[in-house]
């Protein structure tokens, strides 16, 4: 597939920005796939109004490719189930991503399947490649942007990420599927240098950037990069996010983004500078940054334990827990910031979402 054969709505809602939460994996007590759960959550993103879903990426757990637990299918194809019922009855087609990850023979046979399946592109991480050069990483994302468009993936070292320099992203860019780069660095330094390698790519109108840096999600989407190209002053948005902090309080962030797009937003830009700070503290207690990362997912499963959407915190690595005082930290946020929540919403909509 290539970017053309994508439905044109899908790429319009892709270069125009979008909220695209990274989808949990819903376990029961006995770290077993919790079917309904698993639709449910998928439910809960399409109908807070989210753009689409990333499926199978790190908020998914990587595990789930291991030959032992072997969830990394079923769970692509209940999602694409979901999408195409969604999709029958309101008639919306949300982004179907797929995330990929490994070194390439491994990566080209999960595109094909996110092909077979239906996604519309992959989220490709290069965690896999911690020592290798550009140039045999580029050679590796070419193979796969062949099958499917792509969706490049900066990933901060803390989780498994590695540092990758201006020259790398400009190459990146010029391959002709790639379509959209997530910017998880969690650093303005390295945000930089992809910014500004797409656009000196030349291909800076057939890219979109999104933000990852969940420590800095407002102002993120806030900010208007410029760069000169020649004789050309050439401006670039991050138009939208595919983060795991909106795998919580969906709702909110869709609402989030409707108020940046307004025409008015720079006349409010100080509040919303507020509210991004006060989104930081939350990401800062549901990622467990005060022990570099180590409860991120349990921290995201523990908000959707409360809201009802999952059962318990569980994960597949048994030693993934909540660390000490995360729990706190998070009745903490919820208590100074109950308007950025969207448990009422959640509330009035989760019977149905698990019928």
């Not at 189930?81 to 009855?89: G, H, I, V």
């Not at 656009?199 to 000169?228: C, H, M, P, W």
């Not at 869709?254 to 006060?278: C, H, W």
């Not at 334990?305 to 318990?312: I, K, S, T, V």
């Amino acid at each position: 597939m290539i970017s053309s054969d994508i439905p044109k709505s899908v790429y319009d809602t892709i270069q125009t920005g979008a909220v695209i939460p990274a989808l949990p994996l819903a376990l029961n007590e006995k770290r077993k796939l919790d079917e309904r759960r698993q639709r449910a959550l998928v439910r809960y993103y399409l109908y807070s109004g989210a753009g689409g879903i990333a499926v199978g990426v790190h908020t998914t757990q990587f595990e789930i490719r291991l030959p032992e637990i072997a969830l990394y299918e079923p769970v692509l194809k209940i999602a694409k189930e979901e999408f195409d019922d969604f999709t029958l009855k309101t008639r919306k087609t949300p982004i179907r991503i797929a995330g990929v990850i490994g070194k390439t023979k491994q990566a080209v046979a999960e595109a094909q399947l996110a092909l077979n399946l239906g996604y519309h592109a992959v989220l490709l991480s290069l965690a896999a490649f911690p020592d290798a050069s550009n140039s045999t990483i580029i050679d590796h994302c070419k193979a796969v942007a062949e099958i499917i468009p792509v969706i490049g993936f900066y990933l901060q070292p803390a989780v498994g990420g590695r540092r990758l320099d201006f020259q790398f992203w400009k190459s990146f860019a010029e391959i002709e599927n790639v379509i959209a780069i997530k910017m998880a660095p969690f650093n303005r330094y390295q945000t930089l240098d992809v910014v500004r390698g797409v656009v000196e790519s030349g291909r800076s109108e057939k890219i979109a950037l999104y933000t990852g840096n969940d420590d800095n999600i407002v102002a993120d989407l806030l900010t208007e990069y410029q760069f000169r190209l020649g004789d050309k002053l050439i401006s670039k948005r991050i138009v939208g996010g595919l983060l795991g902090h909106w795998a919580v309080w969906t709702g909110s962030a869709v609402k989030l983004m409707e108020k940046i797009r307004q025409p008015d937003f720079k006349n409010n830009l100080s509040q919303y500078l507020t509210i991004g700070a006060q989104i930081t503290d939350c990401n800062a207690a549901f990622f467990d940054v005060a022990n570099n990362f180590s409860g991120c997912i349990t921290g995201i499963h523990e908000v959707l334990r409360r809201q009802g959407l999952l059962e318990g915190i569980w994960t597949l690595n048994e030693n993934e827990v909540l660390s000490p005082g995360q729990k706190e930290e998070i009745e903490r946020v919820y208590r100074a910031y109950p308007e950025l929540n969207d448990d009422a919403f959640v509330a009035e909509n989760l019977a149905r979402w698990m019928a």
